[in-house]
């Protein structure tokens, strides 16, 4: 089994392989000075396709793959990824990109700044923007977090085409049934603590949204304070963090195969970072209800750093393996599904992305 | 597109987008037509020069025989037979 592991970073992208999840071989940078949010590792085609968002201050946002897990990256020469001209508008940078369902090989979706959707149907080397969200009457109320004004989650239902979840900050939950063409709000039960109206319609700050792979009606979505459950597929939420040693987070995955696993970096709202210093990935195996952690091998003290949105995820292996990235560049591997954690690289700039897939 | 050949200058950053050349010829009669016509044959180049709605990029500066362009009009500023167009990022970035 051949692991790959990209990391995306302020400043380029770094990969790692490996056959035991244990001992990595690291190459970077790739992409160098670009500020890199967004990596996406295709597994529906022979060899894995790798898609990476690149924005560098001076020159703006690109969107590149590579075809031969990262040796060479090109650009289609028509932007794969540009505002039509009459919306007024210019892509800022991408956040998210994402393959589509199995029964659509060649569909990508990509989450932008300004907050938008775009799909490809060609595997990510040309996407359209996806209208029917974009002339939704709530854009023009949508606004900028900390980080921009993104759509920065993009869920495609496994089993259902016609069917996308998306989450922006600030904007929230919204969904389609009907391939994009209509968009509802499903923030139901999700606070919104800056805003004198808290249960708003539509406004929140969601950081990250999580689909259980097994049983899509069930998501997990890490909020501007709070982490939240629904069990109807986003119809209500409630929130599950009682029991975490934090009331803030920005990322939120889930287990590959096993229905019910979560995990999260639970962080204090009023530092921004792990609660006493203590750094943790904190495992649920029952939908929220319970936490272990904080995982063996993380720092326990003097850890003041936070996991940006995209930076945790898990791979799709047997048992999965579990990654995290942190703003102070160091990058932590777990083989076991969380239990134990090593260090894999740092002194790495800011991690914001990270995605692993069996390669080989 | 109408105009003199004018000589547009790269930074090394941006030349492996035109084929290795430390500067390229585009016609035109203003630095936008410049830019229109090196989105024909370097597209990947034009879009790091601006962006899809026409605005050039914020931190790259584009000198039309020495001024800055921004202060002669921007993607209006007019260029003709004699002109060198020199591209430098500007001071940005951390």
Not at chain 1, 155 to 174: E, F, W
Request: proline fraction near 8%; charge should be negative; charged fraction near 25%.
């Amino acid at each position: 089994m051949d692991v790959l592991l990209a990391i995306g970073t302020r400043k380029g992208l770094w990969l790692a392989r490996s056959r035991d999840r244990r001992e990595w071989d690291v190459t970077g940078p790739l992409l160098p000075l670009a500020d890199v949010k967004a990596v996406a590792i295709d597994t529906r085609r022979g060899t894995p396709r790798l898609l990476a968002g690149a924005l560098t201050s001076h020159f703006g946002p690109s969107m590149v793959i590579s075809d031969d897990l990262g040796r060479t990256w090109s650009e289609p020469d028509d932007a794969p990824v540009a505002f039509p001209a009459d919306t007024g508008e210019a892509l800022e940078g991408v956040w998210q990109l994402v393959p589509g369902p199995d029964s659509e090989p060649e569909v990508v979706y990509a989450g932008v700044e300004p907050s938008a959707l775009f799909r490809s149907t060609d595997g990510g080397r040309s996407f359209s923007l996806v209208r029917g969200l974009w002339e939704h009457p709530h854009r023009t109320e949508w606004f900028p977090g900390g980080g921009g004004k993104a759509l920065h989650t993009v869920i495609p239902h496994p089993q259902d085409a016609n069917r996308v979840l998306v989450g922006m900050s600030t904007g929230g939950v919204y969904q389609t049934s009907d391939g994009g063409g209509s968009w509802t709000p499903t923030n139901s039960g999700i606070r919104a603590d800056f805003q004198p109206d808290e249960y708003p319609e539509f406004g929140q700050c969601v950081h990250k949204v999580a689909m259980d792979p097994g049983e899509p009606d069930r998501l997990f979505l890490q909020n501007h304070g709070d982490l939240y459950r629904s069990v109807n597929g986003g119809a209500s939420w409630e929130p599950i963090s009682d029991s975490l040693p934090g009331d803030f987070g920005f990322p939120v995955a889930t287990h590959p195969h096993r229905p019910g696993v979560v995990y999260s970096f639970p962080i204090s709202a009023r530092t921004r970072s792990p609660e006493d210093g203590r750094c943790g990935v904190y495992r649920s195996e029952d939908s929220g209800d319970t936490w272990t952690g904080p995982g063996d091998g993380l720092p326990n003290e003097g850890y003041y750093s936070a996991v940006l949105r995209d930076a945790l995820c898990t791979d799709d292996a047997d048992p999965a393996g579990v990654y995290f990235g942190s703003r102070h560049g160091e990058v932590y591997a777990s083989a076991d599904e969380g239990d134990s954690w090593r260090l894999l690289t740092h002194h790495l700039p800011d991690v914001l992305c990270v995605r692993a897939a069996v390669v080989g | 597109m109408t105009g003199m050949a004018v000589t547009v200058h790269l930074p090394s950053m941006l030349r492996e987008l035109a084929d290795g050349a430390a500067e390229v010829t585009a016609s035109g009669e203003t630095l936008g037509e410049l830019l229109d016509d090196i989105a024909t044959r370097h597209p990947t180049l034009e879009r790091r020069l601006r962006d899809e709605s026409g605005v050039l990029r914020r931190y790259v500066n584009f000198y039309v025989d020495g001024e800055e362009c921004r202060r002669i009009g921007g993607v209006r500023a007019p260029v003709g037979r004699s002109t060198e167009v020199m591209v430098i990022p500007s001071v940005a970035g951390g």
